[in-house]
């Protein structure tokens, strides 16, 4: 194996030669200059995948949910953008486990932490360990959005949602009411599920965002159907995301009316649910819908939202779960806005390892247990969190995320479409649901690469920090095989420092 690692940094040594032909490439390796840290020199390809060995463990694995199982990993024989099944494949990932892989697999910095036996797993809830300050201000707080000076750790991204969700709504009722102190009958009620103890708040929520699956959270999901279907629900006001025509510089004018559109349809649905006497208590958006499709909108769009919830007095939720942590280039994909009234809740997990959330201090419940569970997160994650972000540091890798920006440019229109990103937050519509299905297999089973869809329609990156261009080189190749193999055509593809993306530049232009 020693022969087949390689420098993670070779790709530094790589960057000048971004400009690639718009009619497809294949990109020429040359030699690492620099040899820092370790990684694969490439993908390997054994068997099919999922492989015999991961349809045997799925069997196992039948007395739990076993149908979003893709196949079994080998985590030990994994490294940095380079993850190993147990056939043996090693893969490049792309997708990092739905964003949540920071700094690619078995980083040294991680490992050392998770050796150390002075790291012993603690609750955080009632009895945390004495570093447990230490690390919020260190680390949470040393990253945090503008504007923030209070942080609440969870453990994942739906519990974090859940309780800002609820913070917000303590937060609302306590401003109607002109006082924390319940009444008796407040408290009564609250038991019982009935008002006013359970006040009738609403939250509003975008078209095709996704915030998760615990019941707060599916009420503000609209997208995948499936996760919904049967599950009772709050009814809350729901407004339109703006469907934004590509490319963006040729739809100016239509995507400038379409997003006032959408801004209308918010400031009515709040103004007409308040009047009915079930008052909106909070607006909350993902600075880029994910899961729905990774769907955009222009930072000028974001910012006039969080006018019109300080204009009706509502809470301003920013859930980065999916976007945080910096694969947009700014450890806040929120920060591309510019917003001068800072959001009031900004919602994480993933990237981050510990779920949680930013929060003025007004959304802080006066009363013990209001907000709180047993793990409240876990220490472990923290600490890992610690050297996450020391290495996003010392590594330059928001720096290396923005340089990173692939835009795409649409050779085959027939096929390819509403190419989009941010840093390395990007994505590109294939034709229909066949053709999707059948370029991810390919590329996955021949072209030895690991992507996932959003939506019905789209394929999207979300790669380690430390995915660099020769990552973005290789991905190119495969996904040229696979499109070639299946469809006969090839993605003209570009890479190119983030100032040249014509996404990018759009939305600044724009916002
Ligand atoms: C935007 C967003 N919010 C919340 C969540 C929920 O995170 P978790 O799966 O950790 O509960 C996700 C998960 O994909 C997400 O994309």
């Not at 045997?56 to 490294?79: G, M, T």
């Not at 050392?112 to 012993?120: G, I, L, Q, R």
């Not at 692939?406 to 479409?417: A, G, M, N, Q, R």
């Not at 294939?430 to 370029?439: P, Y």
Request: glycine share 8%; aromatic share 8%.
């Amino acid at each position: 194996m020693a022969s087949s690692i390689l420098s993670r940094h070779l790709a530094s040594s790589l960057r000048p030669s971004l400009g690639l032909s718009a009619s497809g490439y294949r990109h020429q390796q040359t030699p690492a200059k620099r040899v820092e840290e370790v990684e694969f020199d490439g993908p390997c390809m054994k068997t099919e995948v999922p492989g015999p060995r991961s349809k045997i463990l799925a069997q196992q694995l039948a007395i739990q949910s076993v149908v979003q199982v893709n196949f079994f990993c080998d985590y030990e024989e994994s490294k940095g953008n380079y993850l190993v099944d147990v056939d043996g494949n090693r893969m490049l990932d792309v997708y990092t486990q739905i964003a949540s892989i920071p700094i690619g697999y078995n980083h040294l910095a991680l490992t050392k932490v998770m050796t150390d036996p002075k790291n012993m797993v603690s609750t955080l809830g009632m009895m945390p360990p004495e570093q447990f300050s230490e690390k919020l201000v260190n680390d949470l707080m040393a990253v945090a959005p503008k504007g923030f000076s209070r942080v609440q750790t969870m453990a994942c991204g739906s519990c974090s949602n859940e309780n800002a969700y609820k913070a917000i709504f303590i937060w609302y009722r306590v401003r109607m009411r002109g006082t924390p102190e319940p009444t008796p009958e407040e408290v009564r009620t609250s038991v019982i599920n009935q008002v006013p103890g359970c006040p009738d708040l609403t939250l509003l929520s975008l078209m095709g965002g996704f915030h998760r699956r615990t019941l707060g959270c599916l009420a503000t999901t609209h997208t995948k159907a499936i996760q919904k279907l049967d599950v009772p629900s709050f009814d809350w006001p729901i407004a339109p995301f703006p469907q934004l025509r590509y490319p963006l510089d040729q739809f100016e004018r239509e995507n400038a009316q379409e997003e006032a559109r959408c801004q209308e349809e918010v400031e009515d649905l709040i103004v007409k649910w308040n009047q009915k006497g079930r008052h909106v208590a909070g607006v909350v958006i993902e600075p880029i819908q994910a899961e729905g499709g990774d769907n955009h909108a222009s930072f000028d769009f974001y910012r006039k939202l969080r006018g019109i919830t300080k204009k009706h007095g509502c809470a301003f939720q920013v859930d980065e779960v999916q976007t945080g942590g910096g694969s947009t280039g700014k450890f806040w994909a929120h920060e591309h806005w510019g917003l001068d009234d800072p959001a009031d809740i900004v919602s994480f997990s993933k990237k981050m390892l510990t779920g949680g959330y930013y929060q003025k201090d007004s959304f802080q419940p006066d009363k013990l247990f209001r907000i709180f569970n047993t793990w409240l997160g876990d220490h472990t994650k923290n600490l890992f969190l610690t050297e996450v972000i020391k290495v996003i540091k010392t590594e330059n890798l928001l720096d290396q995320a923005k340089r990173t920006v692939w835009s795409f440019v649409d050779k085959y229109p027939h096929l390819l479409s509403r190419a989009r990103g941010i840093g390395t937050f990007c994505a590109i519509d294939v034709k229909d649901e066949d053709t999707h299905n059948n370029l991810l297999l390919k590329a996955r089973n021949k072209g030895k690469t690991l992507s996932m869809d959003c939506g019905t329609q789209s394929i999207r990156f979300q790669s380690a920090l430390v995915f660099t261009e020769h990552h973005a080189h290789l991905f190119l190749d495969i996904l040229n095989d696979a499109s070639l193999s299946s469809s006969r055509v090839y993605t003209g593809i570009q890479c190119g420092p983030a100032q040249t993306d014509p996404y990018t530049v759009n939305l600044q232009r724009r916002g």
